[in-house]
Structures are given as structure tokens and as C-alpha cells.
């Protein structure tokens, strides 16, 4: 079934590649075969979630192949908890993003829609792989498309943009390659053979000052994903380069990745080097949340503005993984789905105003809750969303993670919290001067309210926000068992209880109050 999810995308591009449309002639033909192609795949991860069993932690519906036996590497699929929500949000997702590009992308529209679907049969194989080796080729085939939909289908910078973009996250994967194959080294080292097999690395016992270095490698790769400050200036470029199904799709899930990472990779697979740094990992994080409200604030582009307070919002979830206790891991994971909702419904705000107005300047508009009330409704409900209203979605996950971080260290839940209020500010600002006051500008006048096709893009969105503020225990109990079976690999209440070792070096780094190589729980 995990095989028919992740390449049935694939197929739906290489099927509009076999469609003739020269001069743009069966245009409306290729948007069908990608919708409906998309839309297969989001039913499926639907009928993946049914016929998920949420009181099992371990990975579920797997499949394993040999592929290349020598180096012990196998087509290794599965899903848990923690990846099952992150695949129906890539599948719901989708659709929704090429719905959007209905009435802006008109320029080689079958490489476009093509591009989208094979960055989505990459994005669903990053979930599900438990083999590493099969794992980096999906994290790195995903570069492909998106530097192309950013560099052709982008605004008038999209080239600087594109490869900023594969510069950055390259330079990560590459460290994280290294990485992956020092460990099937280790493991051929101390168990006579390779392997990339993520379940058996978790068993390996690596010496102490080579499990950091790793730990190191893996976590600068996803930092750089999610993007974790210092290393997110390739995102407000990317985003605001970007067409307006690459922002939806690049928010609302390429960011994840990088915490996925950590939650999947980095912290279990390290889990010693894990709770040592996770510290210096959180203040990072908090950095983040309120460098990024702060810069957010003072944008007068509508599209950057969101980007940056995706650098803020994404700091919140790292720093619910860092707390390493139930409230802020289960917060985190849930907030990575709360954050590609809401970020995804802002940029297709953003990009229905620029596509009318043909500018992002928030100076540009005011007064739209006359001309467009309908749009302005849902602009409001997504806005209070992605602040965090009670009753919406954007709560429940920022609660838990202020709440784990609380019982961590109350001075990270008192630094982030500011961030959070900070967010509330800039986001009720930036809608107030787009909504609000008289008309100044009669471009606006005249605006057009949502059309049709408007409304199926944003009214799930609208949907998915209010279901998930209002029920999040159908999103969270069948994670919990998933998030409990990582936090047993890795705690700081597990580390705490082992004498620490009192300073040592790190190849030239001094490491003081290191803990034991040898607290990992295994199953």
C-alpha cells in the first residue's frame, strides 16, 4: 500500500509527459490528469489512516525488499504515528497547491504540474523510509523539482533563488551522507556487516565522541531544512521567489522535514549527543521565534512576512522536541500540521491578492473587507489560526509545546511565549492595514471576491483548521504510543539518571559534563 502512495504521483507525471500540448492546446486536460492524479493519492492516505491501528507504536503496513544486498540496503517502508499525519497533510496538501495554479501558471503547464507531483512521490517516500540509504535518495530527489519550480514558474529574482536554495540544503545533505555512511561502516565494524536498516543503527553502540560528531552532521542537515536560526536565509528567498503552489507545498511541508529529521534520525539514533546539545539546540529555537516575529513585523511584502514567521513558528516546534517530554514532543509533531495548514492557507491568501493586484506591498491594498468579504473571512479565520486562537488549530500544538518546555525549563516557555505574542501582533497588523480603513487605492475598488475554484482551494483549509482546534484527540491519540516509544530511546530523565563523565574533548571542542554513551532504552 506504501508503495502504491509514494509512486502513484510518479505515474501521474510521467502520464502528463505523454500528453501532446504544444501551444498550450490541452491545458485544461493536463490540469485534470494532475488533479486527478493528486487526488488519488490524498484518498489513499486516507484509507492509509483508517486502516491504521493507533494503539501500536511500531511501524506499520511495511514493506522490505533486498535492493542491494552486498551493502545491506533494502526497500524499506513502514509508518508510525509520527509519519502517518505527515503523509495525508502532503496528500491534502497537493491538490490543493495545483487547484491554486489554476489561474496563474499558464507558462508550460504539463512541466509544472509534473514537477508538483514528482516533488510529492519524493516528499511521501522522505515519511515512510526506514532504510537511510533509501531515505537520502528521496530527501535529495526532492531538490530536483523544487529548484525547477522555483527557478522557471518564480518571480523576477527566482534564479538567485533556486540556487540558494539547492546550495543550502545540499551542503547539509551532503554532511548528513557522510554521516549515514560512517554509521554502516560502524555497524559493518561491530557486527560484521552493512547495513542502513534505520531499526538495527538505533542499536548501535557508537563511541562517544563519534556518535556527537554525527549527531552534528545529521542535525545540521535538518536545521538548514527546517530552517533553524542562523542558517534560514534561503528561506525568505525561496518563498518569496517562489510560484504560489511552491510556497503552499515548500511551508506547508518541505520545512517538516527537517524536524521530521529530528525526530526520526537525529535525537534517536543519537541519543546521548541529543540531550547534551538539545540545550543549545532550544536556545537556537527561541532565537529564532523572536528574531523571526521581530523581522516579521517590520516587512512590507505580505509573502516575506509569512516567510518569516515560518522561521518563528518552526523554532516553537524545535523547541517542543528539544524539551523531550510527551507534552512538547506530541506538541511539536502536531504543530508541524497545524503550520502547513495555516502557512499554507496564508500563501494562498497572498497569492490571490497578487494575483488580482499583481504586487504583495501590504501598503498596496486596505479597505478589502468592503470589496471582498468573503476572501477577508477566510483571510481572518486562517490568520487567528496561525496565531493560535482557542478553538483553532494552531492552540492545541503551542500549547503543549509551551507546556513541555514549562516543565523542562521555565525560561524557555517564558522566552517563547513572548514570540508567540509577538506573532499575534504582527499577523493582526499586517491584517488590519490589508482589511481594514477606507479604499485608498482604486485598483482595489473593483477586486473580484472568491471565485469558484477559490473556494474549494481555501475552504478545506478553512475546515481542516477549525476540525483540528476542535478535535485535536483524533490527530493526537494515534501518535502518542509513537511519541512515548521515542521519548524511551531518548529523555533527559534517562540521561539524568546515569553519572555524567566530568569533562572530556571533542577532537578539539571542550565538552564538559558529557553523558554516558549508554542510555539508550532499547525496546
Not at 509514494?6 to 494532475?34: K, M, T
Not at 545540499?170 to 554502516?184: N, R, T
Not at 524539551?323 to 502557512?343: D, F, I, P, R
Not at 482546534?469 to 504510543?481: A, D, I, K, S, Y
Request: hydrophobic share 55%; glycine share 8%; charged share 15%.
Amino acid at each position: 500500500m506504501l508503495t502504491t502512495i509514494v509512486f502513484l504521483p510518479l505515474a501521474g507525471a510521467l502520464l502528463l509527459l505523454l500528453i501532446d500540448n504544444r501551444d498550450g492546446r490541452r491545458d485544461f486536460v493536463v490540469r485534470v490528469v494532475a488533479l486527478g492524479a493528486s487526488l488519488l493519492v490524498f484518498a489513499a492516505t486516507l484509507l492509509l489512516w483508517a486502516r491504521f491501528d493507533p494503539t501500536r507504536a511500531d511501524f506499520q503496513f511495511v514493506e522490505r525488499l533486498d535492493w542491494i544486498p552486498a551493502f545491506g540496503i533494502q526497500y524499506h517502508l513502514g509508518v508510525d504515528g509520527i509519519s502517518l499525519f505527515l503523509l495525508v497533510l502532503t496528500g491534502f496538501l497537493t491538490p490543493i497547491a495545483l487547484l491554486s495554479s489554476w489561474g496563474s501558471v499558464h507558462k508550460r503547464l504539463k512541466e509544472f504540474a509534473a514537477f508538483v507531483l514528482a516533488l510529492e512521490c519524493a516528499m511521501l517516500g522522505v515519511f515512510v523510509s526506514i532504510d537511510l540509504f533509501l531515505f537520502y535518495i528521496f530527501w535529495d530527489a526532492m531538490l530536483v523539482p523544487m529548484y525547477f519550480l522555483i527557478g522557471i514558474w518564480g518571480y523576477d529574482r527566482r534564479i538567485y533563488a533556486a540556487v540558494k536554495f539547492i546550495l543550502y540544503t545540499a551542503a547539509g545533505s551532503l554532511l548528513m551522507l557522510i554521516a549515514i555512511i560512517g554509521l554502516a561502516w560502524m555497524h559493518n565494524s561491530t557486527n560484521g556487516s552493512y547495513t542502513f536498516d534505520l531499526l538495527k543503527l538505533y542499536d548501535l553502540r557508537l563511541p562517544r565522541q563519534l556518535e556527537f560528531w554525527f549527531f552534528l552532521a545529521f542535525t545540521l542537515a535538518f536545521a538548514i531544512k527546517v530552517p533553524l536560526f542562523p542558517f534560514h536565509t534561503w528561506l525568505p528567498d525561496a518563498h518569496v521567489e517562489a510560484p504560489t503552489a511552491g510556497s503552499v507545498i515548500l511551508a506547508g511541508v518541505l520545512l517538516k522535514m527537517g524536524t521530521y529529521g529530528l525526530v526520526r534520525f537525529a535525537f534517536p539514533l543519537f541519543p546521548s549527543a541529543a540531550a547534551y546539545f538539545a540545550p543549545a539546540l532550544a536556545v537556537l529555537a527561541v532565537i529564532g521565534i523572536i528574531y523571526g516575529a521581530l523581522v516579521a513585523m517590520v516587512q512590507p511584502d505580505l509573502k516575506k512576512l509569512v516567510a518569516y514567521s515560518s522561521v518563528s513558528h518552526l523554532g516553537v516546534v524545535v523547541l517542543g522536541i528539544c524539551a523531550l517530554n510527551v507534552q512538547g514532543v506530541q506538541g511539536a509533531v502536531y504543530q508541524m500540521l497545524n503550520h502547513g495548514v495555516s502557512t499554507g492557507g496564508l500563501f494562498l491568501i497572498v497569492g490571490m491578492l497578487s494575483d488580482r493586484r499583481h504586487t504583495r506591498q501590504i501598503a498596496e491594498f486596505g479597505g478589502l473587507k468592503a470589496v471582498m468579504p468573503r476572501l477577508v473571512a477566510a483571510f481572518l479565520l486562517i490568520t487567528l489560526a496561525s496565531i493560535g486562537l482557542p478553538g483553532l488549530n494552531g492552540f492545541v500544538g503551542e500549547f503543549l509545546i509551551l507546556l513541555g518546555a514549562f516543565r523542562w525549563d521555565p525560561r524557555y516557555a517564558a522566552f517563547a511565549a513572548t514570540g508567540v505574542i509577538l506573532s499575534a501582533v504582527y499577523m493582526l497588523w499586517m491584517f488590519q492595514r490589508v482589511n481594514y480603513g477606507p479604499v485608498t487605492h482604486d485598483e482595489n475598488r473593483a477586486l473580484p471576491d472568491l471565485t469558484v475554484r477559490e473556494r474549494w482551494v481555501i475552504v478545506p483549509i478553512v475546515a481542516m483548521s477549525v476540525l483540528m482546534g476542535v478535535m485535536p484527540g483524533v490527530f493526537l491519540r494515534p501518535m502518542q504510543p509513537s511519541v512515548e516509544r521515542f521519548l524511551q530511546r531518548v529523555s533527559r530523565d534517562t540521561v539524568a539518571t546515569h553519572p555524567a563523565a566530568s569533562s572530556q574533548s571533542l577532537s578539539g571542542i571542550k565538552v564538559t559534563n558529557l553523558p554516558p554513551a549508554d542510555v539508550r532504552v532499547k525496546n
